[in-house]
């Protein structure tokens, strides 16, 4: 993934990318564990750039849910710490 590349306008696309990705899986409906899968690796990601990163944090959780809002609700609570 080009999550780790020092330029936003790399990795908000890679981010958008894995957005449109998340959303079409989610609506062919393919195998739940796969989806399930890929979605844990993707959060375990963002979690990380929560921790190191929080200004790549937003951008790429910004650029994700505007394919896939879901993921949204997931980083709700955790998302208010890092913009205060």
Known sequence: MNMNNNHKSVYAAAAEVIGMTLALLTAKETSTSD?????????????QLMDKKPD????CL????LHFPAISDRFSYDFLPVMV
């Open 56 to 59: 790549r944090f937003v951008t």
């Open 35 to 47: 989806v399930d899968r890929r979605r844990q690796y993707i959060d375990d990601i963002i979690k």
């Open 62 to 65: 910004h650029c994700i849910q």
